[in-house]
């Protein structure tokens, strides 16, 4: 489901593949760690990809989790997964130290090509070159963001300080122009 872009599905279908593993030990279903950690990986970015606010934040915590509940595995994967989270919420700053991690492991480690969970098909970011490749594109566009389609005057929101505003960001719900004609 998330290799044909459906989000939502891909997020359900690796849902029950996570509630499975709670029930059961990994090594019950013939998994090691690292699959363990692919298949959550997996979730993170099926839900980035719903492109739905709530999701995206959910699929970046599901990643933090990865890193750090598998240090030992060294996994790049949930590091470009964050990074790339972040460009989508246009938080352009927030994805550099994600995606300068995974270039990091990338140049340093050998990877192993790993599969989506229940397919035979190849994970592209698990190929070094390509990963590299897509981190490197990411990072330029970290330098060189999009200008911004407004800018917030009033700024009060408290758990956000910033103040740049896209259309396109998956938690944007309009504003309000404000013009003054006395003078």
């Known amino acids: 489901?998330?290799?044909?872009?459906?989000?939502?599905?891909?997020?359900?279908?690796?849902?029950?593949?996570?509630?499975?593993?709670?029930?059961?030990?990994?090594?019950?279903?013939?998994?090691?760690?690292?699959?363990?950690?692919?298949?959550?990986?997996?979730?993170?970015?099926?839900?980035?990809?719903?492109?739905?606010?709530?999701?995206?934040?959910?699929?970046?915590?599901?990643?933090?989790?990865?890193?750090?509940?598998?240090?030992?595995?060294?996994?790049?994967?949930?590091?470009?997964?964050?990074?790339?989270a972040y460009i989508t919420l246009n938080r352009f700053e927030e994805a550099v130290d994600p995606l300068n991690k995974c270039l990091k492991m990338a140049n340093n480690l050998k990877l192993s090509v790993l599969t989506w969970p229940g397919s035979d098909k190849k994970i592209e970011e698990s190929i070094s070159n390509k990963l590299q490749d897509k981190v490197k594109h990411m990072l330029t566009l970290t330098k060189y963001p999009p200008q911004p389609d407004a800018i917030c005057k009033l700024h009060t929101d408290k758990e956000d300080s910033r103040t740049v505003i896209f259309f396109s960001d998956p938690d944007f719900k309009g504003f309000v122009r404000i013009t003054c004609f006395t003078s």
């Open 1 to 84: 489901a998330y290799l044909d872009n459906l989000g939502k599905k891909a997020v359900s279908s690796y849902q029950k593949a996570l509630d499975l593993l709670s029930e059961r030990k990994p090594e019950e279903l013939g998994l090691d760690d690292q699959d363990v950690a692919v298949l959550e990986y997996a979730y993170g970015v099926a839900e980035i990809q719903t492109g739905i606010y709530k999701h995206i934040l959910d699929g970046i915590e599901k990643l933090k989790y990865v890193v750090e509940t598998y240090k030992d595995i060294r996994l790049p994967l949930p590091y470009y997964g964050i990074g790339k």
